[in-house]
């Protein structure tokens, strides 16, 4: 069946350096959407990238990602780490078939940011 | 707009009572979704409804739970005789249409003693 893999559950690092999460994926169909959500304590996940276009880079509030269909894969990247980029990120797979409308989650990987 | 509304956002139960949760999908969104957040297991599938017809339930465990839509203006999801393991936070969402970004409530937490 589909699945999506995010090898690290914890990422630390500190303030100013480069964020890189990995994300590949498995899926039979040949057209799929990724995405990308951040959930923040308390708060309820929410939407931060989505891409089904192959090599095409998307960006959004600092980060961004580029879907390799190639690899399999849809890593979440940023320049420069902020405090406030600690949080709980989901890499998620959607297969573009009508019958299949549900998002098919990473294990997730807490991405904890130091002074 | 009001977004996802999940109710209630804490519940507490003993072991074998049952727990009834609600979310209120956004207005229009077709596709609801329940998902189970635990650290160890992360986000699981649960269930999903288009248009209130039960689509995929193949993430439900199959003895004590079962979700519901009755009008699309709201689903539960009921655990029956609920057990220490059933703790988590249980997460509706809602989408548009079938391929679009789902967008989450906040959760109800469950815990049960």
């Known amino acids: 069946g589909d699945s999506v893999t995010q090898k690290e559950g914890l990422v630390t690092l500190t303030e100013g350096l480069p964020v890189m999460l990995n994300c590949t994926y498995q899926t039979i169909y040949s057209n799929a959407f990724l995405f990308w959500y951040v959930h923040y304590l308390n708060e309820s996940p929410r939407l931060l990238l989505k891409?089904?276009?192959?090599?095409k880079r998307t960006e959004h509030q600092g980060f961004h990602a580029t879907l390799h269909k190639s690899s399999s894969s849809f890593h979440l990247q940023k320049s420069s780490a902020q405090l406030s980029d600690s949080a709980l990120y989901y890499c998620?797979?959607?297969?573009?078939?009508?019958?299949?409308?549900?998002?098919?989650f990473g294990q997730g990987t807490k991405l904890s940011i130091k002074p | 707009n009001a977004g996802v509304i999940q109710t209630p956002r804490h519940k507490v139960t003993g072991k074998g009572q049952e727990a009834t949760l609600w979310c209120e999908p956004i207005s229009g969104h077709s596709a609801v979704f329940w998902y189970r957040q635990t650290i160890v297991q992360g986000l699981e599938f649960l269930t999903y409804?288009?248009?209130?017809?039960?689509?995929?339930d193949s993430g439900m465990p199959k003895e004590r739970f079962s979700a519901q839509m009755p009008n699309q203006s709201h689903s539960t999801l009921k655990i029956q005789s609920t057990q220490p393991q059933d703790s988590a936070v249980y997460l509706c969402?809602?989408?548009?249409?079938?391929?679009?970004?789902?967008?989450f409530g906040e959760g109800t937490r469950l815990s049960v003693l």
């Open positions: 409804f288009r248009n209130q017809a039960p689509i995929d």
């Open positions: 891409s089904s276009t192959d090599n």
């Open positions: 969402a809602s989408s548009l249409a079938a391929g679009k970004a789902p967008l």
């Open positions: 998620a797979l959607i297969r573009r078939d009508y019958n299949q409308g549900k998002l098919i």
